[in-house]
């Protein structure tokens, strides 16, 4: 399974899909990273695993469309099977969610459907959570709205910051998201409707 994966910053989560690709649970291969920002660290990480990396910056383009337009035309050069999106910090518009439904993922920090947006973690301490965690899901035209696919939550401890509570989460993030793709690599994962369908593992 041909993976595309999209970040804009660290891309801690890309280096765990880079980690596992290929291995006996993990059936895919990480085609190609783009990113918006030149300066994203996790072009270094692709670079050093010989990956094929590209910029779109969203800066050089008049509005959203012809950005995604861009984006569309250098992610499509790589012929993915699933698209990743890892901490990828721009919104999609809805002919670019469409263009990729059903082969779509993104992961959240947070318990969706609780916090969609940013700051999840201060939210959920502001609000006096017992817990935080993330989401894997489909992305469709509504932010951090698509069909959950699975989620791992950790405890918020005394004395916590959302920095802290975020370290916590993105050791999770990092097995639960390439074990996401992992499903979809194995065909057994897929978007029905409003739903994420997961089947039992052949036997
Ligand atoms: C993660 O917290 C992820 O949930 C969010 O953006 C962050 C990306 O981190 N969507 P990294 O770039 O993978 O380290």
Redesign the pocket.
Known sequence: CRLVVL?????????AFIDKAGDAEHPFEVCAVLSNRADAY?LERAAKAGISTAVVDHKAFADRDSFDRALMAKIDAFEPDLVI?????RILTGSFTRHYLGRLL????SLLPKYTGLHTHQRALDAGDESSG?TVHFVTEELDGGPPIVQASVPILPGDDADAI?AR??IK?HIIYPMAAAWFSEGRLRLDGECAQLDDKAL
């Open positions: 970040i804009s910053g660290s891309g801690s989560n890309l280096q996790g999106l890892a901490g990828f910090m993104n992961i959240h920090p993330c975020a989460v993105l993030e």
